[in-house]
């Protein structure tokens, strides 16, 4: 079986891109969705929802490990079994201290297609 396409679906807190994937997911059963940051925040340990102590990782560990798991969701094997498309909403920008800081690195040409909401 093919490995399935993966599409990056960002913007910033409340531009829709929750909205827009779960009425997509809803109209195709191909189509899988996931919650990056969710994922992102069980993938370092860190409770649901909890953004203050996301937001104090360092950014080096944040982006290293964001890398981590963007690579290991790509290469899961459940996904080959099931979807055809799989649509990852996340951020892409971040706010710190009052600056806008990147949340992309080399995990993005994996991405079959990129999407910004």
């Given at each position: 079986?093919?490995?399935?396409?993966?599409?990056?679906?960002?913007?910033?807190n409340?531009?829709?891109?929750?909205?827009?994937?779960?009425?997509?997911?809803?109209?195709?059963?191909?189509?899988?969705?996931?919650?990056?940051?969710?994922?992102?925040?069980?993938?370092?340990?860190?409770?649901?929802?909890?953004?203050?102590?996301?937001?104090?990782?360092?950014?080096?560990?944040?982006?290293?490990?964001?890398?981590?798991?963007?690579?290991?969701?790509?290469?899961?094997?459940?996904?080959?079994?099931?979807?055809?498309?799989?649509f990852?909403?996340?951020h892409?920008?971040?706010?710190?201290?009052?600056?806008?800081?990147?949340?992309?690195?080399?995990?993005?040409?994996?991405?079959?297609?990129?999407?910004?909401?």
């Amino acid at each position: 079986m093919k490995r399935p396409k993966f599409v990056f679906v960002g913007g910033i807190n409340g531009s829709g891109k929750t909205t827009i994937l779960n009425i997509v997911a809803a109209k195709n059963k191909g189509i899988d969705i996931v919650k990056g940051s969710a994922v992102f925040m069980k993938w370092l340990g860190i409770k649901n929802m909890d953004y203050i102590s996301l937001q104090s990782l360092p950014d080096e560990k944040a982006l290293r490990e964001l890398g981590k798991m963007m690579r290991y969701l790509v290469n899961r094997k459940k996904f080959n079994k099931f979807k055809k498309i799989i649509f990852i909403g996340a951020h892409f920008i971040n706010i710190r201290n009052g600056m806008t800081k990147e949340w992309v690195g080399d995990w993005f040409s994996l991405m079959d297609a990129i999407i910004l909401i």
